[in-house]
């Protein structure tokens, strides 16, 4: 099964900054890699597919990067509705494994 | 508008059934693959079971391969999980969920809550 290992799992900033979230995967997945936002109390919504491809509707503060078997999730310009838990997602091979989460406060 | 709206949940003894249904629309429901998706009370994500869109491929994790069952009607429009011989770590809420062509998951229920539990 492939790992992914997420840091930091909390995380706390100011508006208007810019934050990072990394995840790692025990293997490497091709860019076969997804992030998610889950705002307390609500279902996960998709990000960032394919490592770095922008979901429709989502922001543009948000991007992914990376490659191989680091990934990263950028958020740019902090706002107060970024609160949430975010979440990395391996596609590449089952079983389909997510990472543990980061919560994000401001 | 594409929604997912999952049913069927409850409380539920250990060792006992359940079955889940999730009802789609807003999209062509027999172009997808489809998943359930959980989360344990307070903790992360884990993918349950993925269904090809004619049903014929079906997808586990070892955690409930033998006791779990993903079906699909797509006459109906409709996604199903089978669980059986429940344990107490298969409390959580579940999520049907639907694969983009990829394999992320772009679009997700309201989530259904199971408890197992004598």
């Known amino acids: 099964d492939i790992q992914m290992t997420q840091s930091p799992a909390s995380l706390s900033a100011s508006l208007g900054e810019t934050v990072s979230i990394e995840c790692l995967a025990s293997?490497?997945?091709?860019?076969?890699l997804a992030w998610y936002q889950q705002k307390p109390g609500k279902s996960p919504q998709l990000l960032i597919y394919?490592?770095?491809s922008l979901q429709d509707g989502v922001p543009s503060r948000f991007s992914g990067s990376g490659s191989g078997t680091q990934y990263s999730l950028k958020i740019n310009s902090l706002q107060s509705e970024d609160v949430a838990s975010y979440f990395c997602?391996?596609?590449?091979?089952?079983?389909?494994?997510f990472g543990s989460g980061t919560k994000l406060e401001i | 508008e594409v929604q997912l709206v999952e049913s069927g949940g409850g409380l539920v003894q250990p060792g006992r059934s359940l079955k889940l249904s999730c009802a789609a629309s807003?999209?062509?429901?027999?172009?997808?693959?489809m998943a359930w998706v959980r989360q344990a009370p307070k903790k992360g994500l884990e993918w349950v079971a993925t269904?090809?869109?004619?049903?014929?491929?079906?997808y586990y994790p070892d955690s409930v391969k033998g006791r779990f069952t993903i079906s699909r009607d797509n006459a109906k429009s409709s996604l199903y999980l089978q669980m059986n011989s429940l344990k107490s770590e298969d409390t959580a809420t579940y999520y049907c969920?639907?694969?983009?062509?990829?394999?992320?998951?772009?679009?997700w229920g309201q989530g259904v809550m199971v408890t197992v539990s004598s």
């Open positions: 269904i090809s869109t004619s049903g014929s491929r079906t």
């Open positions: 997602q391996q596609y590449y091979d089952y079983p389909l494994t």
């Open positions: 807003g999209f062509t429901f027999s172009n997808y693959y």
């Open positions: 394919y490592a770095s």
């Open positions: 969920a639907r694969h983009k062509q990829l394999g992320a998951f772009d679009y």
């Open positions: 293997e490497d997945i091709y860019n076969n």
